[in-house]
């Protein structure tokens, strides 16, 4: 019954900045890792962010193609993750997720069984 509810998407031009949230309606655990995922329409689902929640080394981890540009982030007292995205480009363009799942933070979305509903990001030129 736990839920993740994702908000902080809206249209922005290129070189803007936005920050996703990612609230859960349930408790989380030091076992639990957080992911960003974000899909185009016609693409596979892809890892943008993810985060360890008891933190401590290799705690987070980045696309590539997102590493330096976006910055993810918790807050243990108000079960949050955030997605700080700077610098934006227009190939952000996407449905951003959040999901959840019991052990390391890796990068595919198979092994991530707990969603939110998504929030649009719309970057244009």
């Known amino acids: 019954q736990v839920q993740l509810v994702e908000s902080g998407g809206r249209a922005i031009q290129a070189g803007g900045s936005l920050r996703l949230s990612c609230t859960s309606s349930g408790n989380l655990y030091s076992s639990h890792s957080l992911g960003w995922f974000r899909q185009a329409p016609g693409k596979a689902r892809e890892h943008v962010a993810s985060i360890r929640w008891s933190g401590g080394n290799d705690a987070t981890r980045y696309a590539p193609f997102v590493r330096g540009r976006f910055t993810v982030s918790k807050d243990s007292a108000k079960r949050a993750v955030y997605l700080q995205m700077d610098n934006l480009k227009p190939e952000d363009t996407a449905v951003y997720y959040c999901?959840?799942?019991?052990?390391?933070?890796?990068?595919?979305?198979?092994?991530?069984?707990?969603w939110g509903q998504g929030t649009q990001v719309t970057v244009s030129f």
């Open positions: 999901a959840r799942r019991v052990g390391s933070p890796v990068t595919s979305s198979t092994d991530y069984n707990t």
